[in-house]
């Protein structure tokens, strides 16, 4: 295994190819088939064809929430939450954009008419997030506070303000647990009628839930990979999918894990034995899959985490050259983009 750095997984996008809405109609995005070569354009309405009854279909459930808030300091200056994570009680954890760190202790005034105070640092002094206490006249939790005044939390390459039709679009339409601050995005392409057509197939259905940080868009910057540490995230295998995965592997049935935060659910797993917890997992070439036999997944950013990914479950030489055909025939990427299909390249 040839060892790779972070400029093995850079690639010329155009930008003109970066989504910044989705297609009309969920399940009519396109779907690189990349599991057979050469690969085949498809739609991805098409899915449910290139799948087999008896294979088992993983979702991530996870509900994204409205977690970018905005306010003011004491001395009027502008600031922006993003919420992380929803602790005990009213306490929350969040990235603050702000000109100048407030001091511990400082009240900020939020808009929608309630009170941030800040704690400190999380998840200690030196950490990267801010811990804080919300308070409302009304008493209400932090759930209810960002779906009062929150906004969707779009990618930074999205270049519009958040709307009803974002509000809509950019959530699965199976999203169960609150808790993400970015979309499980290759679920996206999912609809009721494609469901519906997948079970009609036999194709059967589990979810698991993991819970999406803003750090999945933050870039990797060293060189040397291994030196590279990936975000915390929450997530749970749920003991119902614990036995469907069981149970497809005993019919000889396939895993097909929908978007990279399914795999990373999965194989953190079956690495930890913790059916829940907090990962940190990074998946780079050389990985050893346990549980997943097919990905559907978004095309991604250059130099990213994700790009490692996908490199090691396919293969890197498979994936460049499946990368270079999309950019070819004019696929749209990242979030409100296009999907490919992948197949587990052999260990």
């Known amino acids: 295994m040839r060892a790779f750095t972070l400029s093995d997984f850079d690639f010329d996008l155009p930008p003109e190819l970066v989504a910044q809405h989705p297609a009309a109609e969920r399940s009519a995005s396109r779907l690189l088939d990349g599991t057979i070569d050469p690969p085949v354009d498809r739609i991805f309405k098409d899915l449910p064809a290139q799948l087999r009854a008896g294979d088992l279909l993983v979702f991530n459930d996870t509900r994204v929430v409205k977690a970018r808030l905005f306010g003011e300091k004491p001395t009027g200056g502008k600031l922006e939450l993003l919420v992380e994570r929803v602790l005990q009680a ?14 511990v202790g ?11 105070t800040l704690l400190g640092r999380w998840p200690d002094e030196n950490g990267a997030l801010f811990h804080f206490r919300f308070d409302s006249a009304a008493g209400e939790d932090p759930y209810a506070l960002m779906a009062r005044c929150g906004h969707v939390p779009l990618p930074p390459y999205i270049d519009h303000a958040d709307s009803q039709d974002d509000e809509r679009r950019y959530q699965t339409v199976f999203a169960r647990v609150p808790g993400a601050v970015a979309a499980p995005t290759a679920a996206l392409h999912f609809d009721e009628a494609l469901l519906a057509e997948l079970e009609a197939r036999g194709v059967q259905r589990a979810n698991v839930t993991l819970h999406v940080g803003a750090g999945t868009f933050q870039p990797v910057k060293a060189e040397n990979i291994a030196d590279h540490t990936m975000h915390a995230e929450r997530y749970e295998v749920p003991e119902t999918t614990q036995r469907a995965i069981a ?24 690495q930890s034995g913790e059916a829940a917890g907090d990962t940190r997992i990074f998946i780079t070439p050389g990985f050893a899959f346990e549980h997943v036999d097919l990905l559907v997944t978004n095309f991604h950013l250059p130099k990213s985490t994700l790009m490692m990914l996908v490199s090691a479950f396919a293969g890197y030489e498979r994936v460049m050259a499946l990368y270079a055909h999309a950019i070819r025939e004019r696929y749209r990427f990242f979030s409100y983009g296009d999907a490919m299909l992948l197949s587990r390249q052999p260990c």
């Open 247 to 270: 149970q497809a592997k005993a019919r000889g049935g396939r895993i097909v894990a929908v978007g990279t935060t399914t795999v990373r659910t999965l194989e953190s797993w079956a």
């Open 106 to 116: 400082t009240v900020l005034a939020m808009a929608g008419d309630f009170v941030a």
């Open 90 to 103: 009213n306490e929350v954890v969040a990235h603050m954009k702000v000109s100048k760190k407030p001091p």
